[in-house]
């Protein structure tokens, strides 16, 4: 598989942060990449560091956002953006390191959460 920095998506990932006031997340910690030959049927995933390595390297945490771009790229802008708020939804308040999962006792993530942060975006 082969990977490389997406800086178109970093760039809308930035908007995103911006315009939907997610003060928890340092865009400056969560980079994007692109990448192409995956075997996933995914449009996009997201990786964290796990807690680990700020405790014993000392590396505050970050994020990598990866997009399919055989899959993601024939998305519409829209279904695109749906994409990464989808991924960012993942990051918690606590910007640890760690990833929500799609279902909890406090958070859902799915499309009718998702239908509700595009509302807010218009």
């Given amino acids: 598989m082969r990977y490389k920095l997406a800086p ?7 908007q995103l942060v ?7 997340v340092k865009a400056k910690n969560v980079h994007c990449i692109r990448s192409y030959d995956a ?7 997201i990786w964290g560091m796990a807690k680990l390595f700020k405790e014993v390297v000392g590396i505050e945490p970050h994020y990598i956002i990866e997009v399919n771009a055989k899959r993601f790229d024939k998305l519409s802008e829209r279904e695109q953006i749906k994409t990464l708020i989808h ?6 308040k606590t910007f640890s390191g760690a990833l929500l999962s799609h279902r909890s006792r406090y ?16």
């Fill in 18 to 24: 911006k315009s939907l006031n997610l003060t928890h």
């Fill in 87 to 92: 991924e960012l939804m993942h990051i918690p």
């Fill in 39 to 45: 075997k996933t049927r995914a449009y996009a995933r």
């Fill in 8 to 14: 178109d998506i970093k760039k809308k990932i930035r």
């Fill in 107 to 122: 958070h859902k993530i799915n499309d009718r959460e998702i239908e509700k942060i595009m509302q807010a975006l218009k």
